[in-house]
């Protein structure tokens, strides 16, 4: 009796059979029937999974039947290596809103790349891709990498992207007023994000790099400097402020209590003296007597009261009312001020 050579064939799990790199795939024997073996090479183990060794690999099977006929078959086995996925960026550091670029190092080619920035956008591309950044913090970044024969691989780098809120520069000032008689002023530097400062005074007098410096300002009256605070962070992204400071002059003077216009030549007028802080164009100064009625009146500071009135001559001794109002050289303010004067002739 001569029985015929089983017909031996492989059936693979996934079929056909390819794989990526530490996936499995399960081998197993067909056509030797009921009760028939199979014996495989290479160490696989009938309707086991294993996994194979990167690249293409022939698997041999010999299928005995119940007969104890024999026969043979072999399969190729590829196994697909997985990319190394990689990546660099332009900059690691920037300030907020700026863009960032990414470019794609992976060491195999990527049919479909899939991104994910860390501020809960993602984009595509395998090659070089840009992402505008506009949330302030740490970012960790992911980069998907599919090739063309579908292995995957991935690699995510952990707070690879830092986004530095920009400066906020801002600064105050005291004493406000500032005036001539006390010109030192201390700047209080209320930036925030920023760790470097430089000062500009206005009085070409230097800069400063302190965070809260003092300074002394010329003592010159009525005058304007524009003071300049420049803010930097680590990364160099910048802000700057300025504000105008004022120094201004003290309203001095003095009013006499009495005058004497008896012709000798001393003390025959009466006026205010003034000093400074005076606005010289906004000045009225009247005289009243005891009923109200205006004896004196000027608008000039420097031209005073020689007592008379009128054509009348010299007015009686007495006490008399006086009135000045003038504007405030500094502000435009008014200020007003009576009191009373003694004539004695």
Known sequence: TVNPLPLIG??????????????????????????????????????????????TTIYSVIGTDANG????????????????????????????????????????????CVWDFGDGVSGTG????????????????TLTVTTAEGCVSAVSYADFISVLAVPDADFIYSPQPINVENTQVSFRNKTEFATNYEWFFG???????????????????????DVLLIAKNDIGC?????????????????????FTPDGDSFNETFKPIMTSGIDFYDYHFTIFNR???ILFESYDAQYGWDGSYGGQGIVESGVYVWQLEFGDRASDKKHLHRGHLNLSK
Not at 245 to 255: G, H, Q, S
């Open 238 to 258: 910048v802000d700057s402020i300025s504000k105008k400071l004022y120094i201004e002059d003290v309203i001095l003077f003095f009013i006499p209590n009495a």
């Open 69 to 112: 006929c024999e026969n043979s078959a072999a399969i190729n086995v590829t196994v697909n290596p997985l990319p190394v996925v990689s990546f660099t960026a332009d900059t690691t550091m920037i300030c907020n809103p700026d863009h960032v670029e990414f470019t794609n190092t992976t060491d195999l080619p990527g049919d479909d």
């Open 126 to 141: 395998c090659g070089t891709v840009s992402h505008l950044y506009n949330t302030v913090g740490d970012m960790d970044v």
């Open 10 to 55: 492989i059936a693979a799990v996934p079929f056909p059979a390819e794989v990526c790199l530490n996936e499995e795939v399960t081998l197993s024997g067909t056509g030797a029937g009921i009760g028939g073996t199979y014996v495989w090479d290479l160490g696989v183990v009938e309707g086991e999974a294993f996994s194979p060794t990167l690249g």
């Open 203 to 225: 009085d070409e007098s230097g800069n400063s790099t302190e965070e809260h410096p003092i300074h002394y300002y010329p003592e010159i009256p009525d005058a304007y400097y």
């Open 291 to 293: 009923w109200g009625e």
